[in-house]
Each structure stands twice: as structure tokens, then as C-alpha cells.
């Protein structure tokens, strides 16, 4: 065997180069991010600094204005001025304006302050050295003078004292009338290199390269204002293009703003942030060496180069030492796995011999080329029986042609599991489960196959879908029981539930006829029921019929089965007519009324042994409900005849229903007097219920959640429509009791005071009433203002979901009636309903459409009542409606009983 081999796979050499291409592409993707972090930070640390210079400028330059605005707005000074210039007041003038000059000049910003005629001649300054004004400082003088406002100069060389500054003007003004006249002028001068200079050129951090500097346009060139760090005596004389292309300061004064790359005034490459001081002409340039940026970038680079050849060597060392390892673990496993291979092959062939299910080896011709012990006990065959057989030859001749289907299946399956029926040498016929698998071997594709007895489990899956059906049967026929009342389409409905929903061939109810002492078929169903009961008599008490199910279920009391007819003695004497029928098992249960059977109820299955212990018990129970349901029945028919016999004993009663009407009478009027005594007193209780619930609510209001709030408003509610209900029934009941005084009624002014009280109560609807000229009538004044007040409620209510609502009250005369009536145009009603209307408590429509309790309309028939007049209503639904009520036109002398 060779132990070790110097030639190095190619999938190492591709993982090494793999590591190594990562390692690259990881350290140019780190260098990459870092130099663009560097950049970044490069580029705001010098907008930071730009921010910074010119912000400082601006401050700088905003006190030197504040200097200026301090003299220009000083009367004081310039009348004393004027009064100096007039002869008087000279020294304590020149006293004055020098302790003002240092007091402006007390940071030492100035290199000079100088006070100047209209002229521009110098008067006084400072520090007693400045004779005269040159050209340049004179010119910017007048213009102050003449425009009266402060004048700032820029940067440029005084021929005079040789040297660099800019001068700040202030106009010294007095007012002789409302106008300010300009009487001389101070001149701040201002040497750049005592502060403005240093500002700009300071740097925040070290840098070798970095710098900032101003520069403006002038004549066509960019001029550079202060001195530079690296070329010295350059103020307001290097000059260079405007034109420059990568000059970052000729890019400034073109209008280029922002961070840029370019070349310097050294022609080096720098970074540059280029931006404009506002307020001036000046452009500020803050700019860094590109090779100082890159320099940490380099440095960068370098680590990056080092850290991946490291990572490259130690990758390339890592694998090598790891190939050789596997290399030598290789060679020592592969010797163990060949002893191990030998021993598994001894285990796995005891495994397979002795295994609890069928295992068959096949070639691709379909041929059993080996078999274990168990396939030898399955099929009765020896193993050398079964090696020259195919696996087409233990399948049932049906089924073999599904062989080829499912090998091609196989073939593109990993595995594959079915279903199929197999043979046994004595033709025995039974299921089985195969889990077939395809294995490729040194001597080509073999087969597989796992094969597993299942007839027990496929006669517990019969078995239970028997009992589901049966069960079916069961709770259809309880349904039927619940639903029909006749007898006979109720075993018609048992016997097809039984047939379609049970399996069975047919099934059919018979009972005893008395006289003949024969079963009469009652219902039956199934397609050879009838003609397997055409012209059979079966006799309960003839000895021949011992063994027929039916006769004996009902002459013993007790379930009869045959569980085999073909093999069996019973049936006698249909056996031969039930065989050719197809019927194999056969069940009768007796229909017990009571302790008796009346009846029986007979199954009959196609197979043999189909009736087993579950399945006679749910058909013992779905038998004892029919027998239930029968009973049920016949007494029903016994409670209807019953109540005709009471009906009939009813219209005999009519005749002393009469007599007992006025002794009713009396007792109505009691219990009228008794129903007041009760509501009276379910008063107190209400108003506890309402009035806790209420201190519940106010008192306990933080502690409650919204559920119970909801609970305890609902509470108050329906207390307070309990009370309206109770108040309306003693409205109700004292109408009866009360006594009526017969007056003289206006009722057009009675009916106008209802509506103007009603219409008070209803803001923002429209509603449009129409009043007519109303007959007086003789009436309870009292009474009959409560008849309108509900009629009129009544319609105000009932047109609340119009618009528009239109409510017209009038009268007409008919013999000796006065008729008056309320119309409107609300939801109306259906005429059938009409006699419901005022009865108490009738409502045709809830509550929660239109409130109220159902007593008003009855309140208002027995007031009129009373009156001797009567009441009545017509509408339709949606189209409105309109109540009547009738007077006697002349007073009936007293009061009307209802």
C-alpha cells in the first residue's frame, strides 16, 4: 500500500488560492475604506478650519466697526470737536480725544488713531508721529466725508510709512439743525501683521504642509494678501493669473467654492478648502499638502501589504501542514475501515436473514436474486423457489402490470413506497407495503425491496370506517327522529339512511299484524328490497321460521345476528332467495314500545361477519331511538285526540264564560286598583337602583374602567325607562279611577298651547305645523290636553328621521260627533296591525328606533272612552299616518264608563 504521496490535489491548490485571493481583495477593500475615511476626515477637518478663520475674521472685523460706529455716534464728541476747532476748550479736548484713542486702543489693534480736518489733514494722533495723509488715505477721508458713513479700505501699501495696512474712517458728526454734518473724521489705521496676519496664518494642529492664506482679484491677477508659510516677503506682492487652472486660489476668485485639488503657488499638489469672507472682497484658502494626507495612507498601505503576506504564508503553511495530516489519517482510516467493512458485512447479512419484514434483492431483469428468512415464511416458498421467481410473480396477475410504473419511478426517486396486493403459494391473496430502493453496486443497479405485511391494519382501517358509517347512520337517523312526526315517512327516512349511509344491501321495518300473527313489511329501502319481501310471509310463532332473524328478534325480545348465511344453518327458509340476492349477514333487532316488541328492524350486508360487537352496539342504540321515537308519536296522536275532546268541552263552557264576565268585571277593577298599589311601590326601589348607581358613577369614577361605566350607565337607563314605565301605567290606571268634570273646552287654543310647549323641546328640525279652526267640545279639560299632548309627541316623533316634517291637526262634524284628527308624514304603519295599536304595551316599531314605553295610545282610547267617543287610525308604511278620536257634540251629562 503506498503510504504517502507528494502530489497535492487540486482542490487544495484552488482553496489556497481561494484564502489568498480573499486576504488580497479583503486588505485592497480595507485600504480602500480607510483612505476614503482619511479623505473624509481630511476634507472636514479643513471645512472646520475655514469655518473657524472666517468666522474669527468676521468677529474681528465686526469690533473694529463697533470702534467706529462708538465715535460716529458720539454728539458729546463732536460738538467739543467743533468747540476745539473754534479755540476754546483746547486741552481738555486733545486730553479727551487721546484717552478715547487708547481706550479703543487699549488691545493695541491700531497702529495709529488719527484725527483729521474736512481735509484729510491730520489734527492729532495717537501716538504724535503721523504728519501727513498720502494720496490713497485722503481719498478714502473724503470719501467718508462726503457720503457722512464709515468707509473701510482694503489691504494696500502706504508709499508714506512703507508698509502694509487698511484704515477704518469714522465721519465725526454734529447737528446744527435735524441733519448730521460731518465736521472731521478719525482715522483707525490697522497693521495686519499685529493680529489679522497671525490669525490666518495659526493652524489648530500640527501639520508640516498646512496653511491658510487670503487673496483677492485684482487687474485681472489673484493677489495674495498676507504672507505665506513657505516663501516669505509675499504680502500685496505675489501676484499670479486669475487664469491659473489648478491654482486653488485663481479657482476662488473665479467663484469656485468648496473642497478641490490643484497646484500652489509652489506648484505642489494640495487639498484646498476655497470659500469667500462675507462682507469683503477677500477669499480665504485652507489648504494641506496632498503627500502630508497620503503619507498616513502609505503608511497604511504598508501594514495592509505585510498583514495579507502574513496571512498568505500562514494560510499556505496552515494547509500544507493539514494535507499531510489527512494524508497519513487517510491511509491509517482506510486500513480500519476494511476491518470494520468485513465486520458490518457479517452483521448486516445476520440482519437481513433474521429481519421481521420481507426483504427481496433484484436485478434489473425484474429477478429475485436473493431473499432473507422472513420472505421464505410469508410466501411458503423455499429460498431456492423464490430465487427463480420474478417479482411480477408474487403480485396478483392484476396488478402486475404497476411493476414497470413503479420501477421507472424508482429510477428517478431516491425511494419510493406503495401499496399493492401480493400471493402466496397457496394463492392466499393479501396486502402488503413495499419501500423499494434502487442501489448501485460493482456489478451494476440492484433493487431493493422492504416488504411488510399489512393485513391487520388494513382490517382495522375497514373496521373503523364501518364504524364511522355507522355512526353517520346514527346521527342522521337521531335528526329524522327530531324532525318528523309521522310514523310512516319516518322508517322510510331510517331504512334509506341505513342503506345509503351504512353500506347495507337493504334494510327494512316490519311489525306483527294481531290477527294473523304475521311481520308486515312497514318501510323498507335498498334496490332488491322489494323484491326480496314480494310475497314472503314471515309467521312470529311458526317453528319453521326459528332461525329467520326477524321472527325470532320479535318472539324472543332480543337481537338476532347471522353472521354467515352461505355457511350458517340460519335463515331458514330464505336462505336460498337472500344468497341469490347477494346477501351475506344479516341482523334483527327488536322495536321495543314500552316492555314489548312490536316490531323489528332488519340489516343486510354483503359481506359475511360484518356485524361485530361496536357495530351491534350503535345499531342496539340508532334501533332504541327509533323505538323512542314510535313511542313518542303514538302518544302524541293520543294528545291530539285529547284536545278535541277538549275543544268539544269548551264550547259547552262558552255559556258560563258569560255568566263568570261580570264577576271578571269586578275582579278586573280589583286588580286595576292592586296593579297602581304595586307600581306605586316599585317607585322606592327604582329610585335607589338609580340613585347608588349614580354615586358609583360620581364618586368611584377614577377607580372604574370604561367596561364598567358602560355597565352602570345601561343600569341608570333602563332604571329611569322602568320609572317612566311605571309612572305611565299610574297615568293609565288613574284615568279609570278618576273622576270627569265636563267643561266648556276651546280646543284650537288648547291644541296651539300643546304644540308650542312640544316645539320648545325640539331645536335645529324643521317641522311645519298646521292648525285649522277647531269645534269647541264638552270634555275633562285636564284629560283631554293629555290626549293632544301624546297625539302631537307622537307625531313629532315619528317624522324625526323627515327632513322636512309635516304635522296637520283638524276636524269635521259627523251626526252628533265632533271628529278630530292629528295627521303626519313619518314612518306610518301597516293597516294589519292596526287593532294592535292601542292596546298597552303594543309597539310596532323598538325602542331603540323611536323610544317610548306603549302606553300613551292606550292612555289616550280610555280617556276617550270615557268621553263616550271612540278612536281609531289609518296609514301606510312610510307614507305617514293620522290618529281620530271623536266628541259627542253635546255634553252626555256625566261620566262614561269604559
Keep these: 500500500m503506498k503510504i504517502f504521496s507528494y502530489h497535492i490535489p487540486s482542490y487544495i491548490v484552488m482553496i489556497f488560492l481561494g484564502l489568498v485571493v480573499c486576504f488580497i481583495t479583503g486588505g485592497v477593500l480595507f485600504y480602500t475604506v480607510e483612505r476614503k475615511h482619511i479623505n473624509n476626515a481630511k476634507h472636514n477637518e479643513l471645512a472646520a478650519i475655514s469655518?473657524?478663520?472666517?468666522?474669527?475674521?468676521?468677529?474681528?472685523?465686526?469690533?473694529?466697526?463697533?470702534?467706529?460706529?462708538?465715535?460716529?455716534?458720539?454728539?458729546?464728541?463732536?460738538?467739543?470737536?467743533?468747540?476745539w476747532r473754534a479755540g476754546s476748550g483746547e486741552v481738555q479736548f486733545e486730553q479727551g480725544f487721546l484717552e478715547l484713542a487708547r481706550a479703543l486702543n487699549i488691545d493695541r489693534q491700531y497702529s495709529d488713531i488719527v484725527l483729521t480736518d474736512l481735509s484729510g489733514s491730520p489734527l492729532l494722533s495717537l501716538n504724535k508721529t503721523f504728519k501727513t495723509t498720502g494720496p490713497q488715505t485722503r481719498e478714502f477721508i473724503l470719501r467718508a466725508l462726503k457720503k457722512n458713513s464709515m468707509q473701510f479700505s482694503d489691504f494696500y501699501w502706504c508709499g508714506e510709512c512703507k508698509s502694509i495696512h487698511f484704515d477704518l474712517i469714522a465721519p465725526i458728526s454734529v447737528y446744527p439743525g435735524a441733519v448730521a454734518t460731518p465736521a472731521g473724521a478719525v482715522l483707525l489705521r490697522i497693521?495686519?501683521?499685529?493680529?489679522?496676519?497671525?490669525?490666518?496664518?495659526?493652524?489648530?494642529?500640527?501639520?508640516?504642509?498646512?496653511?491658510?492664506?487670503?487673496?483677492?482679484?485684482?487687474?485681472?491677477?489673484?493677489?495674495?494678501?498676507?504672507?505665506?508659510?513657505?516663501?516669505?516677503?509675499?504680502a500685496m506682492k505675489l501676484r499670479l493669473p486669475a487664469e491659473s487652472k489648478n491654482l486653488p486660489a485663481a479657482m476662488a476668485v473665479r467663484g469656485i467654492t468648496g473642497i478641490v485639488e490643484g497646484l500652489d503657488y509652489r506648484n505642489v499638489k494640495v487639498l484646498a478648502d476655497v470659500r469667500p469672507v462675507s462682507g469683503t472682497g477677500w477669499f480665504m484658502i485652507t489648504k494641506v499638502d496632498l503627500s502630508e494626507i497620503y503619507a498616513s495612507v502609505r503608511r497604511l498601505l504598508l501594514i495592509v501589504s505585510i498583514f495579507v503576506v502574513m496571512l498568505t504564508v500562514l494560510a499556505g503553511t496552515s494547509i500544507g501542514w493539514w494535507w499531510i495530516r489527512q494524508r497519513m489519517s487517510f491511509y491509517r482510516k482506510h486500513y480500519e475501515a476494511e476491518e470494520r467493512l468485513a465486520e458490518l458485512e457479517k452483521q448486516f447479512d445476520y440482519l437481513t436473514r433474521y429481519a421481521h419484514d420481507v426483504i427481496f434483492l433484484g436485478d434489473e431483469n425484474q429477478r429475485i436474486i436473493e431473499a432473507n428468512n422472513r420472505a421464505e415464511e410469508t410466501y411458503g416458498y423455499s429460498r431456492e423457489e423464490l430465487l427463480r421467481l420474478s417479482f411480477k410473480d408474487v403480485r396478483i396477475p392484476e396488478l402486475a402490470a404497476d411493476l414497470e410504473k413503479h420501477l421507472l419511478a424508482l429510477q428517478e426517486a431516491d425511494g419510493l413506497t406503495y401499496e399493492t396486493l401480493h400471493r402466496k403459494k397457496d394463492g392466499t391473496i393479501f396486502p402488503v407495503e413495499v419501500s423499494a430502493r434502487a442501489v448501485q453496486t460493482g456489478e451494476g443497479k440492484k433493487f431493493q425491496f422492504i416488504i411488510r405485511d399489512i393485513t391487520e391494519r388494513k382490517q382495522a382501517e375497514e373496521k373503523l370506517l364501518q364504524l364511522n358509517r355507522t355512526y353517520r347512520v346514527l346521527s342522521k337517523i337521531n335528526q329524522a327522529v327530531v324532525r318528523i312526526r309521522d310514523q310512516g315517512e319516518l322508517l322510510a327516512e331510517a331504512c334509506r339512511i341505513a342503506v345509503e349511509d351504512g353500506g347495507f344491501l337493504i334494510a327494512w321495518v316490519g311489525f306483527v299484524d294481531d290477527e294473523t300473527r304475521s311481520i308486515v313489511p312497514a318501510a323498507c329501502s335498498g334496490s332488491t328490497a322489494e323484491e326480496f319481501l314480494k310475497g314472503i310471509c314471515i309467521s312470529v310463532d311458526d317453528p319453521q321460521h326459528n332461525f329467520e332473524p326477524a321472527s325470532a328478534a320479535i318472539r324472543e325480545g332480543r337481537i338476532v345476528l347471522c353472521p354467515d348465511i352461505e355457511n350458517s344453518g340460519c335463515m331458514q327458509p330464505l336462505r336460498e332467495r337472500e344468497l341469490a340476492l347477494g346477501y351475506r349477514a344479516a341482523a334483527g333487532f327488536p322495536i321495543m314500545v314500552g316492555n314489548a316488541a312490536v316490531g323489528v328492524y332488519t340489516f343486510y350486508a354483503a359481506k359475511p361477519h360484518f356485524f361485530n360487537g361496536e357495530e351491534v352496539q350503535l345499531l342496539t342504540e340508532l334501533v332504541s331511538d327509533v323505538g323512542y321515537a314510535l313511542e313518542f308519536i303514538e302518544h302524541d296522536a293520543k294528545?291530539?285526540?285529547?284536545?278535541?275532546?277538549?275543544?268539544?268541552?269548551?264550547?259547552?263552557?262558552?255559556?258560563?264564560?258569560?255568566?263568570?264576565?261580570?264577576?271578571?268585571?269586578?275582579?278586573?277593577?280589583?286588580?286595576?286598583?292592586?296593579?297602581?298599589?304595586?307600581?306605586?311601590?316599585?317607585?322606592?326601589?327604582?329610585?335607589?337602583?338609580e340613585g347608588f348607581s349614580r354615586i358609583v358613577i360620581e364618586d368611584y369614577s377614577d377607580k372604574l374602567d370604561q367596561e364598567t361605566k358602560r355597565l352602570l350607565n345601561l343600569v341608570q337607563d333602563n332604571t329611569r325607562r322602568m320609572g317612566q314605565l311605571i309612572d305611565d301605567l299610574l297615568a293609565f290606571s288613574r284615568v279609570g279611577r278618576r273622576e270627569i268634570s265636563i267643561e266648556r273646552i276651546d280646543m284650537r287654543a288648547l291644541a296651539d298651547s300643546v304644540w308650542q310647549e312640544l316645539v320648545a323641546q325640539e331645536h335645529g328640525r324643521r317641522l311645519d305645523f298646521s292648525l285649522e279652526g277647531l269645534a269647541e267640545a264638552n270634555g275633562d279639560?285636564?284629560?283631554?290636553?293629555?290626549?293632544?299632548?301624546?297625539?302631537?309627541?307622537?307625531?313629532?316623533?315619528?317624522?324625526?328621521?323627515?327632513?322636512?316634517?309635516?304635522?296637520?291637526?283638524?276636524?269635521?262634524?259627523?251626526?252628533?260627533?265632533?271628529?278630530?284628527?292629528?295627521?303626519?308624514?313619518?314612518?306610518?304603519?301597516?293597516?294589519?296591525?292596526?287593532?294592535?295599536?292601542f292596546g298597552v304595551f303594543q309597539r310596532l316599531h323598538s325602542s331603540d328606533e323611536f323610544p317610548g314605553t306603549g302606553v300613551g295610545l292606550a292612555l289616550i282610547q280610555r280617556i276617550i272612552n270615557r268621553h263616550g267617543g271612540r278612536v281609531w287610525a289609518e296609514g301606510s308604511v312610510d307614507q305617514g299616518s293620522t290618529f281620530y278620536f271623536s266628541l259627542k257634540t253635546r255634553s252626555q251629562g256625566g261620566d262614561t264608563v269604559d
Aim: proline residues 3%.
Design 639 to 689: 294528545r291530539m285526540k285529547a284536545e278535541e275532546e277538549i275543544r268539544a268541552l269548551n264550547a259547552e263552557l262558552e255559556e258560563r264564560v258569560a255568566l263568570r264576565t261580570a264577576a271578571l268585571d269586578e275582579a278586573n277593577k280589583e286588580l286595576e286598583a292592586f296593579s297602581y298599589s304595586v307600581s306605586h311601590d316599585l317607585k322606592a326601589p327604582l329610585r335607589a337602583i
Design 781 to 837: 279639560p285636564s284629560l283631554i290636553r293629555q290626549v293632544w299632548t301624546n297625539l302631537l309627541s307622537n307625531a313629532i316623533k315619528f317624522t324625526s328621521t323627515r327632513d322636512a316634517a309635516r304635522i296637520a291637526v283638524g276636524c269635521r262634524s259627523e251626526g252628533e260627533e265632533m271628529i278630530y284628527h292629528v295627521a303626519d308624514n313619518g314612518v306610518g304603519f301597516d293597516m294589519k296591525y292596526a287593532d294592535k295599536l
Design 51 to 83: 469655518d473657524l478663520k472666517i468666522r474669527q475674521i468676521q468677529n474681528w472685523l465686526n469690533e473694529r466697526i463697533n470702534d467706529a460706529n462708538l465715535i460716529m455716534r458720539n454728539r458729546l464728541f463732536g460738538e467739543q470737536f467743533l468747540r
Design 191 to 234: 497693521d495686519p501683521y499685529h493680529f489679522l496676519y497671525k490669525l490666518v496664518q495659526s493652524w489648530p494642529v500640527p501639520s508640516p504642509t498646512a496653511e491658510t492664506l487670503l487673496v483677492r482679484k485684482e487687474n485681472g491677477d489673484v493677489l495674495f494678501l498676507n504672507e505665506l508659510r513657505h516663501r516669505k516677503g509675499t
